[in-house]
């Protein structure tokens, strides 16, 4: 079965800094992964997405996130953190087993708070 | 904006009453996607649609139900309501059912059951 894992409930960084939130993923099959963003009391945005090729992938307002098939990982990073950035985090993976696609399985969330 | 529409916003009801979501999907998205966010459940999958067939279901109790409109909008019915229904509901929206395409969210509806 698929899955994928937020271990962090919460990421703090300093406006400026640099920042990563990790996401690791389960499938039997190849990953199509995918990052979105929930600001408060709204649905979830898209912000970016691995299907193959290159495995560092960008997205939406500077944020990227590199693919690393051994570590079964696909980690979100921004260069330089602004306090807009502040907001929900969701990873997300759907498994493609030859030519069938299966649910898409979102992580627990991670809160990112830059701080000015 | 995503271009996914839901209705209502909010929704305030009672244990053992039903009520009705409703869900638009971007201009030619066929695909529509519904989640039940909560606290302690986190962000499910419930039901997927595609062009007016069930494609794939999810954690959706059989007091949930569903449908796909020839007109593409979506409506997610909830019977028997319960306490642990109250969640945010998503309703989103792909152009496909292949599983690359990224899904666009609605606004979502709040229901809270009394």
């Known amino acids: 079965a698929q899955s994928v894992a937020q271990p962090e409930d919460q990421v703090n960084v300093a406006e400026g800094n640099p920042l990563t939130v990790k996401c690791t993923y389960s499938?039997?099959?190849?990953?199509?992964l995918f990052w979105y963003v929930q600001y408060p009391n709204r649905g979830l945005q898209f912000l970016l997405k691995?299907?193959?090729?290159?495995?560092l992938v960008k997205g939406s307002y500077g944020f990227e996130a590199e693919f690393n098939k051994s570590q079964t990982s696909f980690h979100l990073k921004k260069p330089s953190a602004l306090v807009s950035d502040s907001a929900l985090y969701f990873c997300a993976v759907r498994e493609h087993r030859g030519g069938a696609t299966n649910k898409l399985i979102f992580g627990t969330g991670t809160l990112l708070a830059v701080q000015p | 904006d995503s271009g996914v529409t839901q209705t209502p916003k909010h929704l305030i009801t009672a244990t053992g009453q039903r009520v009705t979501l409703r869900c638009s999907p971007r201009s030619g998205d066929l695909s529509v996607y519904w989640y039940q966010q909560s606290l302690d459940q986190g962000l499910q999958f419930l039901i997927h649609?595609?062009?007016?067939?069930?494609?794939a279901k999810g954690n959706i109790l059989e007091r949930f139900s569903a449908q796909q409109f020839p007109d593409l909008h979506s409506e997610l019915n909830l019977s028997s309501l319960e306490l642990g229904d109250s969640a945010l509901y998503f309703c989103a929206s792909s152009v496909g059912s292949i599983g690359y395409n990224e899904q666009f969210f609605g606004p979502g509806t709040r229901l809270t059951v009394l």
């Open positions: 499938v039997s099959g190849n990953p199509y």
């Open positions: 649609y595609y062009n007016g067939e069930e494609r």
């Open positions: 691995y299907i193959t090729g290159d495995n």
